[in-house]
């Protein structure tokens, strides 16, 4: 059975901080990671995706994949209480599924 | 607005009734997506079609019907379901589904969801 693991949370952080979530997943043949953003009452958006090991930039947001560890994580810097939410790791294994993880809730506190 | 429409948005059944979930994309994409969601747990992958052809049916109750009539266009038949089938149902789409990993044609669009309460 795939699986992708998250800690569901709630992580909290001041405002202005470097919020840091982590995602570890069983497949060892997964080609494709992701990270989806899902507020209250909303369905899930792409934030960010990562292919390669390594890292990858994107505004305020960093992810970064070591395959040989089957970890991902992604970093939120100077965080903002605009990105409170559920943050979802997914994992594309090939075939037709993405596996999606419960989801890490967290909290920027103003 | 994503380019993913669901309706209803919100939707109350008895057990023993029928009704039906509708997808609608409008970004030209190939392939769509039933997801169900329930508090606490992963999103749990439903069916997927690509090219209107069904790839995936993972274990699903046969009391959840899925339809794809077209590439733009998604249906669930819902009928004689259980109180624990109550929770939210995502359509998303992607360009396709499949091998072609890196072109991120895999990468999800979801609909804002079709929240189902089953009494």
């Known amino acids: 059975q795939k699986e992708v693991e998250q800690n569901s949370g709630p992580l909290s952080v001041p405002e202005g901080a470097i919020a840091s979530l982590n995602c570890t997943y069983s497949?060892?043949?997964?080609?494709?990671f992701f990270w989806y953003r899902q507020y209250s009452g909303k369905s899930p958006e792409l934030i960010m995706s990562?292919?390669?090991?390594g890292d990858k930039e994107d505004g305020r947001f960093t992810a970064q994949l070591n395959k040989a560890s089957q970890y991902v994580s992604l970093l939120i810097r100077d965080s903002q209480p605009s990105d409170s939410a559920t943050y979802l790791c997914?994992?594309?294994?090939?075939?037709?599924?993405?596996?999606f993880g419960a989801g890490t809730r967290l909290f920027v506190k103003a | 607005e994503t380019g993913v429409t669901q309706t209803p948005r919100h939707l109350v059944m008895g057990m023993t009734n029928k009704k039906s979930l509708k997808c609608e994309q409008h970004?030209?994409?190939?392939?769509m997506y039933w997801y169900k969601q329930s508090a606490k747990k992963p999103l749990e992958l439903m069916f997927v079609?690509?090219?209107?052809?069904?790839?995936e049916n993972n274990s699903v109750p046969s009391r959840f019907s899925p339809e794809c009539p077209n590439s733009s266009h998604l249906f669930l038949h819902l009928h004689t379901l259980q109180p624990e089938d109550s929770a939210l149902y995502l359509c998303?789409?992607?360009?396709?589904?499949?091998?072609?990993?890196?072109?991120?044609?895999?990468?999800?669009?979801f609909g804002a969801g079709s929240r189902l309460t089953v009494l």
């Open positions: 998303a789409s992607s360009q396709e589904a499949g091998e072609r990993v890196l072109s991120g044609a895999n990468v999800l669009t």
């Open positions: 497949d060892r043949v997964s080609q494709s």
């Open positions: 990562i292919y390669s090991n």
């Open positions: 997914a994992v594309f294994s090939g075939g037709f599924k993405t596996i």
């Open positions: 970004l030209g994409h190939n392939a």
């Open positions: 079609y690509n090219f209107k052809e069904q790839t």
